[in-house]
């Protein structure tokens, strides 16, 4: 009986170290995961399949022509890292944040008006990055299976 009792609880402490990897083993099995879902393409959108879509998604909500498109493009470009360098630099003073980026998109507006000509469309440009993010958090929402998620209070 003693043996027994030896003999289970000896395979009981080999099965429990054998379950667990060592550290540097899951570290490595992470990365071959991560790169694994880069290569997924579709399945799985990364920065630049989302920066993909999203040119597609403003050039389809606009309505640009292509003549439209290369003038758009860059300005847009250049509006973009303006407030990513606004965010950096003023994130800590909420009123100077506001009143900068209220100053780069006044700045974005008077750059369109030449390219897209109806202020419509310039407000519409204005607004085209809201939707999108919307769009994208309800995407990956319903990808997965979570439910909608609640409106919100304005």
């Given at each position: 009986m003693k043996y027994l009792l030896?003999?289970?609880?000896?395979?009981?402490?080999?099965v429990t170290t054998?379950?667990?990897?060592?550290?540097?083993?899951?570290?490595?099995?992470?990365?071959?995961?991560?790169?694994a879902d880069d290569k997924k393409g579709p399945g799985r959108p990364n920065r630049a399949n989302i920066e993909m879509f999203k040119t597609k998604f403003i050039t389809d909500q606009l309505a640009l022509t292509?003549?439209?498109?290369?003038?758009?493009?860059?300005?847009?470009?250049?509006?973009?890292n303006g407030?990513?360098?606004?965010?950096?630099?003023?994130?800590?003073?909420?009123?100077?944040?506001?009143?900068?980026?209220?100053?780069?998109?006044k700045k974005l507006a008077s750059a369109l008006k030449?390219?897209?000509?109806?202020?419509?469309?310039?407000n519409d440009a204005l607004k085209i990055d809201k939707e999108f993010l919307k769009k994208m958090k309800?995407?990956?929402?319903?990808?997965?299976?979570?439910?909608?998620?609640?409106?919100r209070r304005d």
């Open positions: 030896y003999t289970l609880a000896l395979s009981m402490v080999m054998n379950a667990q990897r060592p550290q540097e083993r899951r570290h490595h099995s992470n990365e071959q995961s991560k790169q292509s003549q439209e498109a290369e003038a758009f493009w860059p300005v847009y470009n250049e509006y973009k407030m990513r360098t606004i965010y950096k630099e003023k994130k800590e003073n909420e009123i100077e944040l506001q009143e900068a980026m209220l100053t780069v998109r030449p390219i897209l000509k109806s202020d419509t469309r310039i309800n995407e990956m929402t319903h990808r997965r299976g979570g439910p909608p998620p609640p409106p």
